[in-house]
């Protein structure tokens, strides 16, 4: 679904975004951002302390998003894009009307997890960061950019379609020990719709979005072999330094000593990696587990 043909070159080169960042959440992406961010990747001015884009989050992060129409939601792209870069010009009052053309129906949005208010902070700050762009007043200078916000998987093939030289990254976390986790907002928030994952969410329904995730992302990688890298949560904390290589060179970006040094100090192995091995596994279908082996993920004894 690529943008509409006047819009493929609303950003100049220098602007164009060059890494998203997705997972299913808690599977660690934060420790990427903040790892771009060492190695000189703007992500985001609206940020959380994991990291996440939050204006990407209030404009996105809705079940009604995925049955927008397909024009309301290339101009919704437009939009994150404009605001995202930094770009003093192109088409920002087309960009402004979108923002107040939609101002209610994503302020008004049902979120299970943030209210009216915290989705008017996210409009108002991509407000102010257009008007200042459109001003002359924005003091951000040209930066190679991206994003990270782990519900970004939902949408990257809309994004890489959109934006042909856009890199996606997913970071992959055991799905065991992902089904145990106490974040199971995705699950609650997209599962009912993609999957019809029956509230409440439980370690059986998230292992099933999981799957679910998993398998759309192999779609993804056959679809974009060279623009699509796969980080396993688990190589980052017993292999940072190779991992964080393998990133940088992903998205040819440098490798010296210095700052992969500083990326690796950001690695903070998770208490909770292999929960899954002191848990009771019967709650899972022979099928799930079947499923989650053929895909690479070995089930370890306790």
């Not at 809705?62 to 927008?68: A, F, N, Q, S, Y």
């Not at 009216?116 to 200078?141: H, K, M, N, Y």
């Not at 930066?143 to 970004?152: A, H, L, S």
Request: charged residues 25%.
């Amino acid at each position: 679904m690529p943008l509409r043909p006047d819009a493929r070159s609303i950003l100049q080169g220098q602007f164009q975004p060059k890494v998203a960042i997705g997972g299913v959440g808690g599977s660690g992406t934060r420790v990427l951002s903040h790892g771009l961010a060492l190695a000189g990747i703007h992500m985001g001015d609206d940020q959380n302390p994991a990291g996440d884009d939050l204006a990407y989050t209030g404009l996105f992060c809705w079940p009604g998003i995925l049955d927008v129409e397909a024009e309301r939601l290339h101009a919704l792209m437009e939009l994150y894009l404009l605001q995202g870069s930094g770009q003093p010009n192109g088409p920002l009052e087309r960009a402004a009307a979108t923002l107040s053309a939609n101002w209610e129906a994503v302020a008004g949005a049902s979120r299970h997890d943030h209210d009216r208010a915290w989705a008017q902070v996210r409009l108002e700050g991509i407000r102010d960061r257009l008007l200042a762009q459109a001003t002359g007043t924005a003091t951000s200078a040209v930066r190679p950019w991206g994003w990270k916000e782990p519900n970004c998987h939902l949408m990257a093939d809309r994004w890489l379609e959109a934006l042909p030289t856009l890199r996606y990254v997913q970071v992959i976390r055991h799905g065991l020990d992902m089904a145990f986790s106490k974040n199971l907002n995705q699950a609650k928030r997209w599962g009912p719709r993609l999957i019809g994952t029956p509230l409440p969410v439980g370690p059986t329904q998230a292992l099933d979005f999981w799957l679910h995730s998993q398998r759309r992302f192999v779609e993804l990688s056959a679809r974009y072999p060279d623009r699509v890298l796969a980080l396993r949560y688990e190589d980052l904390c017993r292999q940072p330094r190779d991992t964080f290589v393998r990133l940088l060179n992903f998205l040819d970006l440098s490798t010296d000593d210095d700052t992969v040094d500083q990326m690796v100090k950001l690695v903070r192995p998770s208490t909770s990696l292999g929960r899954y091995r002191s848990r009771d596994l019967s709650v899972f279908s022979e099928r799930s587990l079947r499923d989650l082996e053929s895909m690479g993920f070995e089930i370890s004894p306790n």
